[in-house]
């Protein structure tokens, strides 16, 4: 049957019933039927068959200030990176960053479809965690994020992930800073303590004084020396 030929049965039907033959009530009767019939059956294919609302159910889990940003290992993103590289896509310096951290960070862009398969789709953000990559994408199967992602905690930015030389965040990590003096310091405080030992050569002819100054610094004549001297 065309689709003439059925709405032209509704027609007839809508007449049969006591309706009035007029383009107006014919389409308030469409509009009841659309209504009755027809929107139930639009609502329900919206999902597929067992889908579980499960694209609801992954945006919940990065809901929130700052639940985008979750962690993973950097042997998740490596295959990722990989691909990125092969685009000429430059990756160094994020690779640079995620070694000295120990791990990766990726912030969620929403559910994808791939082969079939659900997935959660995340950005690498290479350039910096405040650039929009929106095209460079790593790829988490949905039953497998809870195994695979942590939250961060933070944006990356203001956890100083990509400063270029890591930040010391705790005492142990302060630098500890040598205060063993160096030889040209010892040598100039021995010097010094010389000096300080010295006493002054008088500037006199007078026997006594200068007898008083050998005797200050150990160069004295004892007494049983005295008759030598004189000799």
């Keep these: 049957?065309?689709?003439?030929?059925?709405?032209?049965?509704?027609?007839?039907?809508?007449?049969?019933?006591?309706?009035?033959?007029?383009v107006t009530e014919f389409k308030k009767h469409l509009d009841q039927?659309?209504?009755?019939?027809?929107?139930?059956?639009?609502?329900?294919?919206?999902?597929?068959?067992?889908?579980?609302?499960?694209?609801?159910?992954q945006k919940a889990k990065f809901s929130g200030r700052g639940a985008k940003w979750v962690k993973v290992s950097t042997d998740e993103v490596s295959p990722t990176l990989f691909r990125l590289d092969n685009e000429a896509v430059e990756t160094a310096e994020y690779r640079k960053w995620i070694e000295a951290a120990g791990f990766a960070w990726i912030r969620y862009?929403?559910?994808?479809?791939?082969?079939g398969h659900k997935m959660a789709a995340f950005e690498v953000r290479t350039?910096?965690?405040?650039?929009?990559?929106?095209?460079q994408l790593h790829y988490i199967q949905d039953d497998e994020l809870d195994a695979a992602v942590t939250p961060?905690?933070?944006?990356?930015?203001?956890?100083?992930?990509?400063?270029?030389?890591?930040?010391?965040t705790t005492k142990d990590e302060v630098m500890v800073i040598d205060e063993t003096p160096s030889d040209e310091v010892e040598v100039e405080a021995a010097v010094e303590e010389v000096e300080e030992e010295l006493h002054a050569a008088p500037t006199s002819d007078d026997p006594a004084e200068w007898e008083a100054f050998l005797a200050a610094e150990g160069l004295g004549i004892d007494d049983e020396d005295e008759d030598n001297f004189d000799f």
Excluded at 152 to 168: C, H, I, N, Q, R
């Design 1 to 22: 049957m065309t689709a003439n030929e059925n709405i032209l049965n509704i027609f007839n039907s809508f007449i049969e019933a006591g309706g009035m033959p007029k």
């Design 33 to 57: 039927l659309i209504n009755a019939e027809i929107k139930p059956l639009c609502a329900s294919r919206g999902k597929s068959a067992g889908d579980g609302g499960w694209r609801s159910e």
């Design 109 to 115: 862009s929403g559910p994808r479809v791939v082969n």
């Design 127 to 135: 350039v910096g965690s405040t650039y929009d990559c929106p095209k």
């Design 152 to 168: 961060l905690g933070g944006t990356p930015f203001a956890m100083k992930l990509e400063a270029s030389t890591p930040v010391a």
